[in-house]
């Protein structure tokens, strides 16, 4: 995620003028989103600091990313790599980033988004409220 949300950072114009080209609208709202989620979401999973909260924001981008390039019919190569990235980062949501880090996105808050966007097969919600009982 840093790797790819740093080149983003770096030049948040172009960025913007990237989405702007891909049809989401407003360029630099999008782009700037994107930039962040990536690279500071990132970080945050390499540090343990807010990983599910990242994880969840990154597996909805992939979501997201998969179902735009359904849309404008590319090949499965071209988005294969972003389902293999929506299931490592569903993983690390429902796993969590381990009990050695802090502080921690409460898994409830955003055990609603996890239903709607439908992680880890639906399964995502239940996973969580077993970790959170145990």
Not at 89 to 103: D, E, I, K, M, T
Request: hydrophobic share 45%; with cysteine.
């Amino acid at each position: 995620m840093i790797y790819y949300g740093w080149p983003k950072v770096r030049n948040l114009k172009s960025n913007a003028n990237d989405f702007v080209k891909m049809g989401f609208r407003p360029g630099i709202f999008w782009g700037t989103l994107i930039a962040i989620v990536e690279f500071f979401g990132g970080i945050g999973m390499l540090l343990g600091f807010y990983a599910e909260l990242a994880a969840a924001l990154f597996a909805f981008q992939m979501m997201v990313g998969t179902f735009w390039k359904l849309k404008i019919r590319k090949r499965f190569s071209d988005y294969s790599y972003d389902i293999q990235l929506f299931r490592h980062v569903s993983r690390c949501y429902v796993r969590g980033s381990g009990h050695l880090f802090a502080p921690k996105f409460s898994r409830h808050k955003i055990s609603s988004l996890a239903r709607c966007c439908g992680l880890c097969g639906g399964r995502a919600a239940s996973c969580c409220l077993e970790q959170t009982s145990a």
